[in-house]
């Protein structure tokens, strides 16, 4: 019996031994996965999660393990926050993995990003500890890589919003008179056509015709009856002040020598219900409500009559305050301002810019094409109308676009003192998106409604966010690398490719992109072909194709290619 004793608590003492004290072993890479991987770029990070697949009966009760996730890259290793895994008798908050059934263990890893991280690897250091005892296992390779390609977003390449000018060529200006008529009468009485409404009329058409800016479009006539009396009466009476109202204009202008008026259109209206509608509700009348609701429910103008007429109580007032303004013709004349010719203005801004208007000045800075001609345009208005806030917000959108970030910034801030406007608001947003201050520019953006070139400052913003669907939104149907390479992110490629055919300007980077669409969608010839014009614009970027793994299956045809 004391012999079993002993066998047993041997036993006992084994298994304890197996548990407890026998070192971690080795892990190997097939024991761990990676997802994504390769890594990739999200917004300004490289984020991933890598799982442990741990084996039964390998994880000791007494042990520790801290697993530390490096990135290297360049002679550089950057370190992620370490991971910690505990056997089942160890006392602490770290995940506990059975010995007996080993586990599956996630845990997250996240770098800032740097370019260089183009050829990297994720690598894995072990530190144990079981007891008193500290050791090291063998570093395990995870993964190897990174996908840079949601980095090739560049808000310096947006456009930055324009104060528009609000220059009009032709301006149409209309002016108007009326002629009233006594009842039942078409005569144009003498007291109507001198009075100064009339006067005042008859002396701008005149002026508008002699006036070389200036062109007398048309001039029409609407004649009405008061809706009283019979129908055919009202017809008629209605057509006879028409005729009479266009032979004292037809009379008048032959008497001011005003022959360009372009047409002369009458028309007559025999009873205006929708004019006595109009000055009902507009009116004081007591009951007006009332006389309202009829001609809501008859639609019929001898029965709507009658029923008014019913209503004694207020058709005195009627006739007295609503029907008279009734009886009359309506001349209306159509005048053409016609303003300074794109030559006369170009001109004027070299000889004398004051005698050019704020919005004949921000016209012309639109008829260049040269930036520095646009530019000192721009300046020039600034100077003459400091208190407007588009010339100066317009002179960084041009120092913007030559890349001096810090002078159009502090342009931006200064048209934005003079007036908040959706346009600096913007233009604010995309100096912050350039420096890396995203939250500022996502209020500042979220500010900038309406200002024209907004979806594609919020594409970019939504791409740093490592938000591809919203930035493929915000983009639209805009047509520049940057709205391609969201439909790139979100694997729209055939989108894309048509994006980039598009773009109007097309640059090394267009290039750039289209060999990434080729690559992805196996066109090999497409790939060197586009490549090969990239480079041809852009020799910097031979080093970013050999690094890329978006090109990695052509990495040994590149290499022969471009490291002559």
Not at 322 to 333: F, G, K
Not at 422 to 443: C, H, K, R, T, W
Not at 510 to 515: D, E, F, I, M, R
Request: proline share 4%; net charge negative.
């Amino acid at each position: 019996m004391k012999f079993k004793s002993i066998i047993a608590l041997s036993a006992a003492i084994a298994v304890i031994a197996t548990g407890c004290n026998k070192k971690l072993a080795p892990l190997s890479a097939d024991q761990f996965s990676v997802n994504p991987s390769p890594l990739e770029v999200v917004g300004q990070k490289v984020p991933a999660t890598v799982t442990a697949s741990i084996p039964a009966k390998y994880f000791q009760k007494n042990a520790e393990l801290t697993v530390t996730p490096y990135l290297e890259y360049e002679g550089i290793r950057v370190a992620s926050e370490p991971f910690q895994m505990q056997g089942e008798k160890v006392r602490g908050n770290n995940t506990v993995v059975s010995f007996d059934n080993g586990g599956v263990v996630s845990f997250p890893v996240s770098y800032a990003y740097d370019p260089d991280m183009r050829r990297s690897v994720l690598v894995l250091d072990f530190a144990a500890k079981q007891g008193n005892k500290q050791y090291v296992l063998p570093q395990v390779r995870v993964a190897e890589g990174l996908v840079a390609t949601p980095a090739l977003a560049d808000a310096s390449k947006v456009a930055p919003a324009i104060g528009a000018d609000r220059f009009q060529r032709i301006i149409n200006e209309k002016y108007n008179a009326q002629i009233r008529f006594l009842i039942n009468q078409a005569k144009v009485r003498k007291g109507e056509t001198e009075s100064k409404e009339m006067a005042d009329f008859n002396a701008e058409l005149l002026r508008a015709s002699r006036d070389s800016s200036r062109q007398i479009e048309g001039i029409n006539i609407e004649s009405y009856a008061s809706p009283e009396g019979n129908l055919d009466f009202n017809t008629r009476l209605a057509e006879n002040r028409e005729k009479s109202t266009s032979e004292y204009l037809r009379g008048q202008l032959r008497k001011d020598n005003v022959t360009e008026f372009g047409e002369l259109t009458a028309d007559f209206t025999a009873e205006d219900w929708e004019g006595f509608q109009q000055m009902v509700a507009a009116s004081d009348i007591q009951d007006k409500d009332l006389i309202l609701s009829v001609l809501s429910m008859y639609k019929d103008p001898e029965i709507r009559e009658r029923e008014i007429r019913n209503l004694s109580s207020v058709f005195d007032q009627l006739a007295d305050k609503i029907l008279p303004q009734l009886r009359r013709s309506r001349i209306t004349a159509s005048v053409n301002v016609i303003g300074k010719s794109d030559d006369q203005i170009r001109a004027l801004f070299i000889s004398d810019p004051s005698k050019l208007s704020v919005d004949e000045l921000l016209y012309c800075a639109t008829l260049t094409d040269s930036p520095a001609e646009r530019l000192a345009v721009y300046q020039k208005t600034a100077e003459l109308y400091p208190n407007d806030y588009r010339a100066i917000n317009n002179v960084g959108a041009c120092i913007f676009e030559q890349g001096d970030f810090n002078a159009a910034e502090a342009a931006f801030q200064k048209a934005e003192a003079v007036k908040s406007s959706p346009e600096a608001q913007m233009n604010l947003g995309l100096i912050d998106l350039v420096n890396g201050n995203y939250s500022s520019a996502n209020q500042r953006l979220g500010n900038a409604a309406g200002a024209q070139g907004v979806g594609d400052a919020l594409g970019v913003y939504f791409l740093s966010q490592g938000d591809y669907l919203s930035a493929m939104h915000a983009f639209g149907d805009s047509k520049t690398n940057n709205a391609a390479l969201s439909q790139i992110l979100t694997k729209d490629y055939s989108k894309a490719s048509a994006t980039l055919n598009s773009v109007a300007k097309p640059d090394a980077m267009t290039s750039y992109l289209k060999a990434i669409v080729a690559a992805r969608t196996n066109n090999d010839a497409a790939v060197t072909e586009n490549l090969d014009q990239a480079i041809r614009l852009d020799k910097t970027l031979v080093y970013k194709a050999l690094t890329d793994i978006e090109f990695a299956h052509y990495l040994p045809e590149l290499q022969n290619r471009y490291s002559r």
